[in-house]
């Protein structure tokens, strides 16, 4: 008896510690995900968090190309989809729905977590925040939202385009396997002002590019300020409404009902290649012009601290003889724009170990563009 009422104590103890430390989120993703089987975050954990509502409306389905779902995909990209886990993979042509296919049970209504690829859409608010007067320019201050960072060292002169740039100069180690590391702080933390007000920032903004989670996440909290509303209603009706998406969609929230800008929308991948329609068509849906040419011409720019591999939440690839450009999320997440091709590609899964040996860029989403444009252009 004696022994348990120590071993009781110690672990009342530890606990206490692990709180008083600020690690107390760490029990919630031990129940979100270690409990459930995961050894890190999933597509599928959407309907563990918090969220709010992105709605449509008038929902408008996809046209399908005469040629739909009439060739069997070659050898070589069905293997690197199985091996890679692979949920769903869809291809557009010329606006129309080409080809699509599910595994491991997925089909064209499951939503899955974008993770990273939410950043590029917290980007296009931001674009049309600008273009309704409600966000005065791409180069405000962020202090102007949040006069708190007037006194911090290396903030005094961020902007939203530092933020949206990647080149904040934020102290953030863009970590997805250690639990004690910001990453794990925002996604299973309650709060994410927290999380990201709380980090410091290690060197002047605009002087290098570094991928950063927590960057996207404070022009989260700009945008959402500066529009006067949540960011999940704001998309829906600048956005999914106008898009005419096929289904509602939902991005998780802390404890607030702040989005985690920085990822988890969960959709379906339909609705996700509708995104990508949406800039291959430069920003219009039957002839209405939704998001600022201009903005997205913006977006799909690499920058030179980026050695010209990252815009404003897009990774572009003009090195490939294909070039693209593309929202990128967590393990193997996309959505590839291909101009040259009026070509939408989308795939989502869980690649766990996706490599990244192409200047930073997953070398499947080069293989996917080449292959996939090969195959459906008849130039095999």
Known sequence: MTTLIYLAAFIIIALSIFYILGYGYLFNGISKTYLRGKMSANIDDGKFFSANLIATESPVLWEEDPDYNTKELPENITDNLTLSDTASFIVIKDGKLLHEQYWKGYHALSATNSFSMAKAVTVMLLGKAMEEGKVKSIDDPFSDYFEEFKNKKFAEQLTLRNLAQMESGLDWDEDYKNPFLPNARSYYGRSLTKATFSRKFKQ?????????????????????????????????????????????????????????????????ARDFAKLGQLFLDNGKVNGQQILNPDFIDLMKTPTKNSEEIYGMGFWINNDNPIKHYYFLGLQGQYIIMVPEHKMVIVRTGSYNNLPKTDRGRPDQVKFLVNETVKFFSGNQ
């Open 204 to 268: 002047n903004p605009g002087e290098s590019f570094e991928y950063q989670s927590g960057s996207t996440q404070l022009l989260g909290f700009a945008v959402r300020k500066a529009v006067g509303q949540s960011l999940a209603s704001y998309l829906s009706e600048k956005f999914w409404i106008p898009m005419g998406m096929e289904q509602n969609a939902t991005w998780s929230t802390d404890e607030s009902g702040m989005e985690k800008t920085y990822c988890c929308i969960h959709s379906n």
